[in-house]
């Protein structure tokens, strides 16, 4: 028993009490998480401070990077700015003096631009900014057409010159703008230094250009020159000289005090005196000469000025490196420290504590074999000494508990615990435990009794209870399951249940059982048992799984009658829905022999009429030819009652209150298994009976077909029967084997046959009654239409003649007047065209009761004639056979149209009537569609309800389709022959 534990768990709970108040956050926290939150906030907050100082030397290192980066790309461009300038010097010469040399040196110079440019662009694509490498793109853009219009000669030299100058400046501050960001002071300077220098020889360039071309001047022609480009030069060597290195302002002050850097002076001094004298200028070449070689000087002093800036750069970018690097190892060396020193003194506390903690948990589990080994004079020692004593009293504790157990085990209910070695809670605990041993001794007692009555339940229950493993076996059965299935218990606990299922049941029985195995429930399943006797049953079974127990319990009902009386009343309702239709009598008398077949499983059903003269009439059979029930039917004729002779069992079909035929089912020499009684489904649709085979005239003269299945349209043409013998009495009938046997107590099924010959007895009479009311319509019909052609007759014969001999002998009378215009003359004038208007109205009236030309040229004439006598248009579409159609349905034809003619143009006023008469066939299809209002319904007006007549009279059918505002159709289809007049 497991009441132990239970009792334990109910101490906890009151030793917590029923209000547990939350704990602080710190109480929340472990011991050595707080001794390192003590230790590490402070010295983790040193360490962030560090931190943020190395993120910030980090980022100055990235700083200088982008700034070295920036001024790689400033040094490329500036080598392009002095290619070109070169290329500008050597362009102004070739268009100055052009010659071999000029142009050899033009030339060469520009091949050195365009390496120069492309390195500077290589450099650009890893510049981060894009700026840099779209500039010098247009660089090389602006490159190309100054070198096309100097190829051309469409540019002067002083043009030229102002070309290059155009792209040094882009140039210029292409690599100005590279080197503004200054990260620190000394780089600042150095950027500061070679910016000033580029600015000079810039400077110096544009005056070496100048000057060469004002030189190149007649003499007497010379323009006065500016000295503003020695002046911008002065500007930026003050400048180099404040920024830069003393070595390089002594490098400068040399250069400038060299013969070339002497012989500029003195050129500028000429340029700056007023009236300066001719024989002092100097030549060409001579100018050429010595500012190429004072230029080259300074682009020494301006690439020894690149070189201070690079190495800049890159102490700036290593310090600041080595300042974050040292900074990060520093406070994680402090950190590091620390922190082995908060985890030494944790661990010191958290390794005892965590052995108590885990022998707590292992005491509270029901382990007592854990047990503490930590000894020691602090807290935590006396915590350990508590938690050994605890133990001790637990195993005692637990040895009650297992004392208890075992007494219950063994049925020794009458087992106490000695309260009295304990104190305190745990005397209580084992004080409730005794209770508790009492409690279950008296319940105990109860549940014997309520299993014996539960016993007795099982066994005197009808339904059929049963008890089954996971696997589907049965574990336990009751008496029902042997009384239902015929089976001894011993074999139903042997075998498997899906061996006794019907072969068609097991795949979904089997289905069934493994979602019983998977824990589901099932409720309403049904399935058919073979039993002993080889007979079938359904059971309808709900079940339960316990998948603790590793059982099924399961509970079925025998529903076998319930299904076979509900498969029943469905068939039924089919053939009652048939004859509620008013279906001709062969599509019921097939259906009967179909149901009573499926539903007896028996072997040959069929509907026998009893003929006046003693002989037998097949009108519907299902497998077989009837012949097999013979004996049955003859002796129902007999008896006038159901009766039973060999496998035929036979019940009367009664009409009026005579004997009419018989219903016949015969049994199988073999018996089969019974046919699956699930009622079907009953919709609005009645589901046609599938073709009967009638049986040959050659097997026997007594029994033959008289009616037979009408064909499925939707299956297609069928092919007509043979024609078969007129049925007459058999002399010696060839009778089955069963009708020599002799009459057999009526079964069962008997009755189940009489609910069919009612449905029988019932088409039978709606036939009657529906072919006599075709006959009265077509009779009625027929005398209007002979009463119309009499009236018709009478009126031209008649009345019609008289009035022609009156227009003839007003006529007469009109010559003997001797003045027509008299007043006597008029008058007669008068007579006689009232006279001729009477006439023709009478001819009209005429022709409206009976057309003479219908019957004179019949359907085709006469519909012609009607769409010439409308008022609206009518369009015609006929294709009749040659010969003349029956006169029932020519007439039935015209006065259709005629009716839908009239009904156009007075009350749809439609402005066009398409007629179309087809013969397909046996059929004539006849479709009148007008374009008018309509609307037309055949309940409002006599007219249309005379049609309906006139066509169903001659065995046919009208259609009307007239929605409003959509105009009116109406088809007519009737057979060509009609059926026989009644």
């Not at 500029?264 to 070449?285: E, M, Q």
């Not at 069919?756 to 072919?771: C, G, P």
Request: net charge neutral; proline share 7%; charged share 25%.
């Amino acid at each position: 028993m497991a009441s132990g534990p239970r009792f334990l768990g109910v101490a906890a709970r009151r030793r917590q009490g029923p209000g547990r108040r939350r704990a602080p956050l710190l109480s929340r926290l472990r011991v050595g998480h707080k001794l390192l939150l003590l230790v590490l906030l402070p010295v983790t907050g040193l360490v962030a401070l560090t931190a943020f100082g190395a993120l910030a030397q980090w980022e100055e290192a990235r700083t200088l990077e982008r700034f070295r980066s920036a001024i790689d790309v400033s040094f490329a461009t500036s080598g392009v700015s002095d290619a070109v300038a070169t290329e500008r010097v050597d362009a102004v010469r070739a268009r100055l003096r052009p010659d071999t040399a000029t142009l050899t040196a033009r030339s060469a110079s520009r091949q050195a631009t365009d390496r120069a440019l492309d390195g500077a662009v290589r450099r650009a694509d890893s510049w981060p900014t894009a700026r840099t490498g779209g500039e010098l793109d247009a660089v090389s853009r602006q490159l190309s057409a100054v070198r096309v219009q100097a190829g051309l000669g469409a540019l002067t030299a002083r043009a030229i010159a102002q070309q290059y100058q155009e792209i040094q400046d882009t140039l210029l501050d292409t690599a100005t703008a590279l080197e503004t960001g200054r990260p620190t002071r000394a780089a600042g300077r150095a950027a500061d230094a070679h910016v000033a220098i580029l600015e000079a020889v810039e400077a110096a360039e544009r005056e070496r250009v100048e000057l060469a071309v004002l030189l190149d001047t007649p003499t007497g022609r010379r323009p006065a020159a500016a000295g503003r480009w020695s002046a911008l030069e002065e500007a930026q060597l003050r400048e180099f000289r404040r920024t830069t290195s003393d070595r390089l302002r002594a490098a400068l002050y040399q250069a400038q005090f060299e013969v070339p850097g002497r012989a500029v002076r003195a050129v500028r001094d000429l340029l700056a005196d007023p009236d300066p004298p001719t024989a002092r200028w100097p030549s060409y070449g001579g100018w050429l000469a010595d500012s190429t070689a004072r230029i080259a000087a300074l682009r020494g002093i301006q690439d020894e000025a690149a070189r201070d800036l690079a190495d800049t750069a890159a102490a700036d970018l290593e310090g600041a490196r080595n300042r974050a690097a040292r900074d990060l190892t520093v406070s994680l060396a402090v950190l590091t420290g620390v922190a082995l020193l908060a985890f030494v003194l944790a661990r010191s506390i958290t390794r005892p504590l965590r052995e108590v903690t885990a022998g707590a948990r292992a005491l509270s589990a029901g382990d007592l074999s854990f047990a503490v080994h930590y000894a020691g004079h602090d807290e935590l020692g006396d915590v350990a000494d508590t938690f050994r004593e605890l133990r001790v009293t637990t195993e005692r504790l637990a040895a009650e508990i297992r004392s208890m157990n075992s007494a219950v085990d063994d049925n020794r209910l009458e087992h106490r615990v000695d309260v009295g070695r304990f104190d305190g809670t745990w005397a209580q605990l084992l004080g409730g435990m005794n209770g508790t041993m009492a409690s279950f001794a008296a319940a105990h007692g109860r549940r014997r009794k309520a299993e014996r009555e539960l016993e007795d339940i099982f066994n005197l229950s009808l339904d059929l209870l049963c008890i089954l493993g996971v696997d589907g076996s049965f574990r336990r059965v009751n008496p029902a399951f042997e009384r239902t299935l015929g089976y001894p218990r011993a074999t139903l606990l042997a075998r498997h249940p899906v061996d006794l299922v019907h072969e068609e049941d097991r795949e979904r029985t089997r289905a069934a059982l493994e979602l019983l195995a998977g824990g589901a429930e099932l409720a309403g399943f049904e399935n058919r048992y073979v039993r002993e006797d080889g007979t079938e049953c359904w059971l309808q079974w709900s079940a339960r799984p316990v998948p603790e127990e590793g059982l099924v319990y399961a509970a079925a009902r025998d529903v076998t009658e319930r299904r076979r009386a509900a498969r029943e009343q469905s068939a039924l309702r089919r053939v009652a829905t048939l004859v509620a239709r008013g279906a001709t009598p062969e599509r019921v008398f097939g259906a009967v022999a179909a149901e009573v077949e499926d539903l007896l499983g028996a072997e040959v059903a069929a509907v026998l009429r009893h003929e006046s003269d003693g002989t037998l009439t097949v009108l519907g059979t299902a497998h077989g030819t009837g012949r097999e029930g013979e004996a049955a039917a003859r002796e129902v004729l007999r008896t006038r009652a159901p009766a039973r002779v060999g496998r035929s069992v036979a019940a009367p079909i009664a009409v009026d209150g005579r004997l009419w035929g018989a219903v016949v089912a015969t049994t199988r020499r073999t018996p089969r298994p019974a046919p699956d009684p699930t009622p079907e489904p009953v919709s609005g649709a009645v589901p046609e009976p599938a073709p009967r085979s009638m049986p040959d005239p050659a097997s026997g003269p007594v029994l033959e077909p008289a009616l037979r299945p009408p064909p499925d349209p939707a299956s297609g043409p069928v092919p007509e029967p043979a024609p078969q013998p007129t049925p007459e009495p058999a002399s010696q009938p060839t009778p089955d084997p069963a009708s020599k046997a002799t009459p057999e107590p009526v079964p069962p099924d008997a009755s189940r046959l009489a609910d069919f010959t009612e449905l029988v007895a019932a088409a039978v009479a709606n036939a009657d009654s529906r072919a006599q009311l075709s006959a009265s319509r077509a009779r009625v019909v027929a005398a209007g239409d002979a009463s119309r052609r009499r009236i018709e007759r009478d009126l031209h014969d008649g009345v019609q003649q008289r009035l022609v001999a009156l227009q003839l002998d007003l006529r007469l009378a009109e010559s003997l007047v001797a003045d027509p215009s008299s007043e006597l003359g008029r008058q007669l004038a008068h007579v006689a065209k009232g006279l001729e208007d009477a006439s023709y109205d009478l001819l009209q009236v005429a022709r409206g009761i009976h057309p003479a030309i219908l019957s004179k040229g019949g359907l085709g004439p006469a519909l012609r004639s009607l769409a010439r006598r409308c008022p609206v248009l009518v369009e015609l579409d006929l294709a009749l056979p040659a010969r003349r159609l029956p006169e029932r349905l020519e007439v039935a034809a015209y006065y259709v149209v005629s009716e839908c003619l009239t009904n156009a143009v007075k009350h749809a006023h439609a402005r066009v009537v398409t007629v179309d008469a087809h013969a397909r066939g046996d059929v004539l299809e006849l479709t009148v569609r007008d374009d008018g209002a309509g609307g037309a319904e055949p309940g409002r007006g006599s007219g249309l309800i005379g049609l309906v007549d006139r066509v169903e009279a001659i065995g046919g059918r009208l259609d009307l389709r007239s929605p409003p505002g959509q105009g009116t159709t109406l088809r007519v289809t009737a057979p060509l022959e009609g059926p026989p007049h009644g």
